[in-house]
């Protein structure tokens, strides 16, 4: 059974930087396609689940959300079965529970914006951003 343990949260000022990392186990997590996703505070877990970036098994495309794009950087290391999210410039609206989640079977992204398109999910690690 696949498991994902997000890490690296904390508390950061606006216009600091965090580096989240998800580890990957129980799968082959150099076919995996690989995505963050993030929710708000107030916000049920299921509910407004909002896309932040992904990457395919090659570590090679990537794709992000318009609202952190020039901002955040995810990427992968297939030798640590770990993939990283490098956010820059955080702003306060930046705050959330950061999830990674993980599709074993498609190698590409297509869909991969729609929670619905990833199969494992990890607990989340919280960001908060103050002002």
């Known amino acids: 059974q696949v498991q994902l343990v997000e890490s690296g949260g904390g508390l950061v000022q606006a216009g600091g930087s965090l580096r989240l990392s998800c580890a990957f186990s129980g799968g082959t997590f150099s076919s995996s396609t690989m995505g963050w996703f993030r929710q708000a505070p107030g916000k049920e877990r299921g509910k407004e689940r909002e896309?932040?970036?992904?990457?395919?098994?090659?570590?090679?495309?990537?794709y992000y959300a318009d609202s952190v794009k020039g901002r955040f950087t995810i990427s992968r290391d297939n030798t640590k079965n770990t993939v990283y999210l490098q956010m820059n410039s955080l702003k306060p609206e930046d705050t959330a529970v950061y999830s990674c989640?993980?599709?074993?079977?498609?190698?590409?992204?297509?869909?991969?914006?729609?929670?619905?398109?990833?199969?494992?999910w990890g607990q989340g690690t919280q960001v908060t951003v103050s002002s």
């Open positions: 989640a993980a599709d074993a079977h498609k190698l590409q992204l297509l869909g991969a914006t729609n929670p619905t398109f990833y199969e494992y």
């Open positions: 896309f932040v970036a992904a990457v395919e098994w090659s570590g090679i495309t990537t």
